[in-house]
């Protein structure tokens, strides 16, 4: 892949993307206006001068839409309108111009794969019966058996269990997540229209890219047996991004963005050509460990992946999905993989605290563009030890409750104050907050130059002005280090050794993620240096 060119690679180097800061919200958690306990549109309005000052380019926010609520929202039930508990679409609007006032983009959640059975195309689909046109909106089977009794396949779901389930008039329908999640059928051309309608409907209101859910999953061979193979990354998928690409293409300056989990990278470069998506996020760089050899391997692997392309490259540490990196950084195995997220591993909180600032300089300082979870800028750790009966994630359910889900990278952020809800809001948080995230909160740190939010502000703010998108050169470094230049003269060296290393020649020190010993860099830390 390294040496393949694809025609119209000639990326604007000038786009705001390609090197952008974007920060992401998980609008139930963000922040409450209203004192229901659930994060809202005018919560988020209010602090929009917090994230001006963060210094982010962009906002994604995860879906928005009407939703029964049975995965987070992921369960959309009319992809048009605003979620109640959030707000309404004029709020959305404001909240999209006051964004722009400020300098900052709009990215929305678009989840193409599988709709709510409380969506009004369900709802018909179940009214109209077997082999309506209401049907082949969705991938309704006949069951296996003497009367139906078994499911279509024996496909998984994704959140556990079956991924069909029987409905009155003995028909199956597929849903790759939780049975709330009823799969469209992508073959139908109804949907396609469907969707190219609903990216107007956001673009036409000032919405600057489209975050796209479980991207590779579109399409599906319904005759296999196989597992994953049969409904993961098949070809028939591109297709479907050229026509949304096509739809992009009719607004200035708008862009798409995949959520596409592949451990192929040959494969995953191909939603990135130039007439399908601008780019994609790098899940294995979020996955690495804590390593020095597996950190340089991903990133070779990625800016090989997308340099032909004239795709920007992206960081991600963390997402509304995954083990928050304090946390996963100071266990002793600091890989993340979602089939086993480690639940109950101990994990040492100043070691992770300590490498979590490393990594995120050194994520800042690749070329490409930069994601940031809300709430790793306080470097908030996992909620372990949620009480079972306020978890939501329907992972917990479908495990059995043997698997606790995502539920703790999701609790309330915690603004101000000794104690909870920590200025989140007026009501009790809809999942609770540790008592000693007093020392934590967003007011705190603000005031105190060490902290992780001071790191994270002062990171973006010289991220800005000296990096974003472009290319990196390797130095020469001893074992467990990683250390490039970039094109401003920015020396970037991480040191993931047992022992303290020399620092290379430099005019002086911009930023470190903790205190140097005199000229070394010490274990677990990272440094910006300026070149002479």
């Given amino acids: 892949m390294s040496g393949s060119t694809f025609p119209g690679a000639t990326p604007d180097p000038e786009a705001w993307w390609r090197g952008a800061a974007i920060y992401q919200v998980y609008l139930r958690s963000f922040a409450d206006g209203n004192g229901d306990g659930v994060g809202d549109l005018a919560g988020l309005r209010t602090r929009l001068p917090y994230l001006s000052d963060l210094g982010i380019g962009a906002i994604w926010l995860n879906p928005w839409y009407p939703s029964p609520m049975a995965d987070g929202g992921y369960d959309v039930a009319d992809y048009r309108d605003i979620e109640p508990s959030f707000g309404t679409l004029a709020e959305a609007e404001e909240f999209i111009a006051e964004a722009h006032a400020l300098g900052i983009k709009t990215i929305t959640d678009i989840v193409p794969n599988h709709g709510s059975d409380q969506q009004k195309w369900f709802v018909r689909a179940l009214e109209a019966g077997p082999g309506s046109p209401e049907r082949e909106r969705f991938l309704f089977r006949e069951g296996r058996g003497a009367s139906g009794e078994l499911p279509p396949n024996d496909w998984q779901s994704i959140f556990g269990g079956p991924a069909w389930t ?95 989990w592949l451990p192929d990278q040959e494969r995953f470069a191909l939603y990135l050509r130039p007439d399908e998506m601008h780019t994609a996020f790098n899940f294995d760089f979020l996955a690495c460990a804590w390593d020095a050899a597996a950190l340089r391997r991903s990133i070779e692997e990625t800016l090989a992946t997308h340099i032909p392309l004239g795709a920007p490259p992206t960081w991600v540490l963390s997402n509304h999905d995954v083990t928050r990196p304090v946390t996963k950084y100071g266990r002793a195995d600091t890989s993340f993989d979602h089939a086993d997220r480690k639940h109950g591993m101990p994990s040492d909180p100043v070691l992770g605290e300590r490498r979590a600032r490393a990594a995120a300089l050194l994520a800042m300082a690749l070329p490409g563009g930069l994601y940031v979870y809300q709430g790793e800028e306080l470097g908030l750790p996992e909620v372990e030890d949620l009480p079972d009966e306020r978890r939501q994630d329907p992972i917990w359910a479908r495990s059995g409750h043997t698997d606790p ?92 050794g047992a022992e303290s290393v020399s620092l290379p020649e430099h005019e002086s020190v911009l930023l470190a993620s903790g205190p140097l010993e005199g000229d070394r860099l010490p274990s677990d830390t990272a440094v910006w240096l300026r070149q002479a």
């Fill in 166 to 260: 029987r409905v009155a008039d003995g028909q199956w329908y597929l849903h790759l997540f939780a049975p709330e999640q009823p799969d469209f059928n992508w073959a139908n051309p109804e949907v396609v229209e469907e969707f190219h309608d609903v990216l107007r409907f956001w673009f036409d209101r000032g919405v600057d890219g489209i975050r796209i859910d479980s991207a590779a999953l579109l399409v599906k061979e319904m005759d296999s047996e196989g597992g994953e193979e049969a409904y993961t990354d098949l070809d028939g998928v591109h297709d479907i991004y050229r026509g949304w690409r096509r739809v992009a293409e009719e607004y200035d300056d708008r862009i798409l963005i995949g959520e596409v």
């Fill in 405 to 496: 889900g995502r539920d703790g990278c999701r609790v309330p952020l915690p603004w101000s104050g000794d104690e909870p809800p920590f200025g989140f809001g007026a009501g009790q948080p809809w999942l609770p907050q540790p008592p000693e995230w007093k020392a934590l909160t967003a007011e705190v740190q603000a005031a105190d130059p060490a902290s992780m939010f001071t790191l994270y502000r002062t990171g973006l703010r010289l991220r800005r002005e000296l990096l974003g998108d472009g290319t990196l050169a390797w130095l020469e470094a001893g074992e467990g280090v990683l250390a490039f230049r970039r094109e401003s003269g920015l020396i970037c060296v991480v040191n993931l």
